[in-house]
């Protein structure tokens, strides 16, 4: 391959139409988008206005070009080159609950390693209207291509910590007046009889492991989902779900 034909390989982007256009739609930066010679009809036509709208640079390129490109192996014809994932810190995931004038509700995932789960996690965080997830910096997932696939471009509009020390961060959200609620199959509760009201953070645990020692030692409670099977874990995300959404229910649900 000459120079004049190499493909230059970007390790932050976003592919796939759904998640170019709620980046589209969301206050990130976006360097430049890669459509597919010839594709210009149906989402690929949404994207092209909108990201020209915002003055975008938008180049065509061919299908071979985006195949090295993608990390997903499913860009579906269009790929956006973006800045590395702005993360941010604790403290402005509180403030966004604050500013709603809502009680914190906010995941801690401590330890997940699966980008699926991380971005399947996220997009039902952000349809349940969590503030925010706080994730380590190591041995875990970190947001990227893949994770913003799985979110289906839900991680554009959900604000995500990563910090050295999950449990100096969940100091910080005990003196704030957020409970700390871990999942752990050895719980003595359900997670429907627990109280989860108020200001919350949910812990979901890694997949292998749960949650570490230190981390479940600094839970204010601890519940688990019933188990009737023969199987006797779930998924980290399905797990996610199911607690994320009995504080959904606990909250609006009479």
Avoid at 1 to 6: G, I, W
Avoid at 115 to 140: C, F, S
Avoid at 189 to 201: E, I, Q
Avoid at 239 to 250: D, L, R
């Amino acid at each position: 391959m000459s120079k004049r034909d190499e493909v230059e390989v970007y390790d932050d982007i976003v592919e796939g139409r759904n998640s170019v256009f709620e980046l589209l739609n969301s206050d990130r930066d976006i360097n430049k988008i890669f459509v597919q010679s010839g594709e210009k009809h149906g989402a690929i036509f949404k994207i092209i206005a909108l990201a020209k709208e915002k003055k975008i640079v938008v180049s065509e390129a061919e299908k071979s070009k985006l195949d090295i490109m993608s990390k997903t192996k499913n860009h579906q014809g269009v790929i956006a080159v973006v800045p590395p994932f702005n993360y941010v810190e604790v403290e402005d995931i509180l403030d966004v609950a604050k500013e709603k004038n809502e009680d914190s509700f906010i995941l801690i995932l401590d330890g997940i390693e699966d980008p699926h789960n991380l971005g399947a996690i996220i997009r039902t965080a952000e349809t349940a209207g969590v503030h925010g997830i706080i994730i380590p910096k190591r041995r875990a997932a970190q947001v990227n291509s893949t994770v913003a696939k799985v979110s289906a471009g839900a991680v554009e509009h959900v604000k995500i910590a990563r910090v050295n020390n999950l449990n100096d961060a969940i100091s910080k959200l005990k003196d704030n007046g957020v409970w700390v609620y871990g999942t752990d199959g050895e719980a003595d509760t359900y997670y429907y009889d627990m109280d989860l009201k108020g200001s919350v953070a949910i812990v979901i645990g890694s997949e292998g492991f749960g949650m570490s020692r230190l981390v479940r030692e600094n839970c204010d409670g601890l519940v688990k989902i019933p188990m009737k099977g023969k199987v006797t874990s779930l998924n980290a995300s399905v797990s996610a779900g199911i607690v994320v959404y009995e504080v959904v229910k606990q909250r609006f649900c009479k």
